[in-house]
């Protein structure tokens, strides 16, 4: 059993930034594959930002060139560094980890992008 516990979100103004944390209770690996997917109201909870096993990554599209998915296998933590926030990135934001036939779920970070 994994527990991941996200950290980081807050009330930012646009073109702000935000470093998302998700600490996982157990060890992880580059095996693991580890995402951040975000939920707004009313729409369906899209992945944001992947980190696959290998540590290869992948981004929305919304996100490539303002986001960065990274982790540190020492401390367990998957983070999500987000530059040039906009409004349209207001969201509830999930971590993410898929081991196996195991997923995981965080509880959510409030982000707000607003003025």
């Known amino acids: 059993q994994v527990q991941l516990v996200e950290s980081g979100g807050g009330l930012v103004q646009p073109g702000g930034s935000l470093r998302l944390s998700c600490a996982a209770s157990?060890?992880?690996?580059?095996?693991?594959?580890m995402g951040w997917y975000r939920q707004a109201p009313g729409k369906q909870r899209e992945l944001v930002a992947a980190l696959n096993a290998g540590g290869s990554t992948n981004y929305a599209d919304s996100a490539k060139g303002r986001f960065t998915i990274s982790r540190d296998n020492a401390k367990n933590t998957v983070y999500l560094q987000m530059n040039s926030l906009k409004p349209g990135d207001t969201a509830v934001y999930y971590c993410?980890?898929?081991?196996?036939?195991?997923?995981?779920w965080g509880q959510g970070t409030q982000v707000t992008v607003s003025s």
């Open positions: 993410y980890l898929l081991r196996g036939t195991w997923e995981y």
């Open positions: 157990g060890s992880i690996s580059t095996f693991d594959f």
